[in-house]
């Protein structure tokens, strides 16, 4: 039977320090339209994607856990389904248990670049949240890497260079953010915060 498969591309909200300015990291979770196997896991999916959707994340992680447990999932399903319990726990500022399920997902070898690149940058996010700066800037820049590029990366990793005392890093990661996005006011306002002239 073939499979086929969309894909949705899901945004969670994190709060920069300082501006009280809420930002997206980018998240993408594949939902798989059609398995051989009986509905269990795909039904129990399908429950946590649409209580992920609803912003109902304790349910979403009760029902990606059964999908899992289900045992009827494999290759890229498994490794999306962990995406997605990462992003229900990122949500309840379980980073830990978040940055568990993206390293299974980026460490599976069932992803494409493009999903292990975002992965990448979420676990970045939560490492940052976690206070784990050097974790955190070796997954923005193998994110990076990877051609996983948008101003709100480089914002990110901008904070993460500022928490970690690199002031002059942070300064061209939040230039080159601001340079994607002029018109975003967070962006210049924290050059401004920083002394750095703006046009």
């Known amino acids: 039977m073939r499979r086929s498969m969309r894909c949705a591309i899901f945004l969670f909200p994190c709060k920069a320090e300082g501006g009280g300015v809420?930002?997206?990291?980018?998240?993408?979770?594949?939902?798989?339209?059609?398995?051989?196997?009986?509905?269990?896991?795909?039904?129990e999916m399908n429950l946590g994607s649409t209580a992920?959707?609803?912003g109902e994340f304790a349910a979403a992680v009760e029902h990606l856990n059964a999908a899992l447990e289900s045992g009827q999932l494999f290759?890229?399903?498994?490794?999306?389904?962990?995406?997605?319990?990462a992003q229900a726990h990122y949500h309840l500022e379980q980073y830990q248990p978040?940055?568990?399920?993206?390293?299974?997902?980026?460490?599976?070898?069932?992803?494409?670049?493009?999903?292990?690149?975002?992965?990448?940058?979420?676990r970045a996010s939560a490492y940052r949240k976690m206070g784990d700066w050097a974790r955190a800037l070796a997954d923005f820049?193998?994110?990076?890497a990877l051609g996983t590029i948008n101003a709100k990366m480089y914002?990110?990793?901008?904070?993460?260079?500022?928490?970690?005392?690199?002031?002059?890093?942070?300064?061209?990661?939040?230039?080159?953010?601001?340079?994607?996005?002029?018109?975003?006011?967070?962006?210049?306002?924290?050059?401004l915060e920083l002394g750095e002239a703006v046009d």
């Open 52 to 54: 992920l959707n609803k």
């Open 98 to 122: 978040a940055v568990d399920d993206l390293t299974f997902a980026i460490e599976s070898g069932a992803i494409n670049d493009t999903i292990v690149g975002i992965a990448l940058a979420t």
């Open 141 to 144: 820049d193998a994110a990076i």
């Open 155 to 191: 914002f990110h990793r901008g904070l993460t260079f500022e928490a970690d005392g690199q002031r002059a890093r942070a300064i061209e990661d939040y230039r080159r953010a601001y340079d994607m996005a002029l018109d975003n006011d967070a962006f210049r306002d924290k050059l």
């Open 22 to 43: 809420k930002f997206l990291s980018i998240l993408v979770v594949c939902l798989f339209a059609a398995f051989p196997a009986l509905a269990d896991g795909k039904y």
């Open 75 to 85: 290759g890229e399903a498994t490794a999306v389904v962990h995406i997605s319990r």
